[in-house]
């Protein structure tokens, strides 16, 4: 069972930036595929940003043109690359880990906060 701690989360203004890590302690490459997700308060978890392991991305319509999701295999590490955000991206943003086999998983980190003020 692959460790996910995720970090890089706080207080930001609206129109700023923020780059999230998650670090695992296996190699990211044993997993299908890595992907950002995001829980605001009395809201259901969404997916955000996920990585496969061939490297295709997929990003949730609201976070768009603004996110980026990026590994650094050597580390074991995938990125969140957050850029314009809004009040509305405020959440716990948790890192999570998909296994090829359907019977594994998905991993999830603990998460951190993000909480972009107006």
């Known amino acids: 069972q692959v460790q996910l701690v995720e970090s890089g989360g706080g207080l930001v203004q609206a129109g700023g930036s923020l780059r999230l890590s998650c670090a695992a302690s296996?190699?990211?490459?044993?997993?299908?595929?890595m992907g950002w997700a995001r829980q605001a308060p009395g809201k259901q978890r969404e997916l955000v940003a996920t990585?496969?392991?061939?490297?295709?991305?997929n990003y949730a319509d609201s976070v768009k043109g603004r996110f980026t999701i990026s590994r650094d295999n050597a580390k074991n590490t995938v990125y969140l690359q957050m850029n314009s955000l809004k009040p509305e991206d405020t959440a716990v943003y948790y890192c999570?880990?998909?296994?090829?086999?359907?019977?594994?998983?998905?991993?999830w980190g603990q998460g951190t906060q993000v909480t972009v003020s107006s």
């Open positions: 999570n880990a998909e296994s090829f086999s359907s019977s594994l998983g998905p991993y």
């Open positions: 296996a190699s990211i490459f044993r997993y299908k595929a």
């Open positions: 990585l496969t392991s061939g490297g295709r991305t």
